[in-house]
């Protein structure tokens, strides 16, 4: 990059550049030092890969808000509108005109500070920041931007309702409420499947031999329409069901092609959570006593269960199909407290032994000075 500096006849200092593509940029200052400084820190950004046309800058929200949605097709129709759904809602009405070089860290910390003011909850504001984060580090990608100004605004934290593991006993209560449909209950509580993946099993990802589901599919509801991709996170796996289940898994596959689905809808295709809540579920859920019990948190309870029996961190990875075993811990770390108690247990037993060779130790140095 070359660049220059002269004075100019009103006595201000013009500083110049070319870009790579030979279009001349430049500013004018009062002092020469000043000049200077704005072409050394130019210089930098070039070397460092920093450097940011002026003029793409100028570019509106608006256009990187499309780059972003169509720059991720690794994203599930879910995510995918629900994503849309925050643009549209929440980033647009503020920032669909503002042009990049326009926007800087402060107004982005008060424009989160409103929305907190407004009543929206925690994890609601963390996920329309997540969408701006992402929406800016695309212009940073894109060379519009130079550094993403969303980086350190301060969020609030994300209220956690706490979690319901439900016994073994609530299972069969539950189980016994929903009649016909005791099974479903039986295999989302045992085995820790999500709700779509247990709608998007099919004949032929029964092994009847290893007693195993092998979870292939999911499918999902989506503004009303049935969505089928392959499981969160991209994890295909082999997940075990007790022996107590053969028998009626097993009943589910007579007379019935590899394709079929396991657990069908009344009618026919795939079951959706909603019609599966309204039809069943939350009446069995009261009658067990229970109520405002989720699908989900039939995952939440096999997950519970299988530690009960001991399971370990990675068993359970496995099962639930999280990326990694850290992943697991951090969700269901609660489930592991007792490990907590087994380990100050055997410090206890530990230390006693410890104990007793330090005063052997002593008494027998005290024995050999009495002798000596």
């Known amino acids: 990059m070359a660049g220059s500096i002269a004075k100019r006849p009103d006595g201000r200092w013009r500083a110049r550049y070319r870009d790579r593509a030979g279009k001349e940029h430049a500013r ?17 950004a070039k070397a460092t890969g920093t450097y940011v046309d002026p003029q793409q800058a100028r570019t509106t929200v608006a256009v990187v808000v499309e780059s972003w949605l169509a720059a991720h097709p690794d994203w599930t129709e879910s995510t995918r509108v629900r994503n849309q759904s925050i643009v549209d809602r929440h980033i647009r009405p503020t920032w669909e005109n503002v042009k990049l070089g326009d926007i800087d860290h402060d107004q982005l910390q008060t424009w989160v500070g409103k929305l907190v003011d407004s009543g929206a909850a925690g994890g609601t504001v963390r996920k329309v920041a997540g969408v701006m984060n992402g929406i800016l ?18 969020l609030p934290k994300q209220a956690l309702a706490p979690r319901r593991y439900l016994t073994g006993v609530q299972v069969e209560q539950l189980a016994a409420a929903a009649g016909d449909d005791s099974l479903t209950v039986l295999v989302l509580a045992y085995c820790g499947l999500r709700i779509g993946e247990l709608a998007a099993l099919r004949v032929k990802h029964v092994d009847m031999l290893r007693k195993r589901f092998r979870v292939e599919e999911s499918v999902t509801e989506v503004n009303g329409a049935l969505v089928w991709s392959s499981p969160k996170d991209h994890q295909r796996r082999s997940v075990p069901f007790p022996d107590f289940l053969t028998k009626d898994v097993g009943a589910l596959l007579k007379g019935r092609a590899p394709d079929d689905l396991l657990f069908p809808a009344p009618r026919g295709g795939a079951l959706r959570v909603r019609n599966m809540r309204r039809s069943w579920f939350d009446a069995a859920a009261k009658v067990a006593g229970v109520a405002g019990l989720t699908p989900h948190e039939l995952r939440h309870t096999a997950a519970s269960l299988a530690v009960s029996a001991g399971a370990s961190v990675l068993a359970l990875q496995r099962m639930l199909g999280h990326e990694k075993p850290s992943v697991t811990l951090d969700v269901y770390a609660d489930l592991f407290d007792e490990d907590l108690d087994q380990v100050a247990d055997s410090l206890h037993t530990a230390r006693s032994g410890y104990v007793a060779d330090y005063l052997r130790t002593r008494d027998e140095k005290r024995l050999a000075i009495v002798g000596s």
Do not use: C, E, I, Y
């Open 137 to 154: 580090g695309q212009a940073v990608l894109s060379k519009k931007l130079a550094v993403n100004p969303m980086t350190g605004v301060r």
């Open 28 to 44: 004018h200052f009062t002092r020469k030092v000043d000049a200077q400084a704005w072409l050394d820190d130019v210089t930098t």
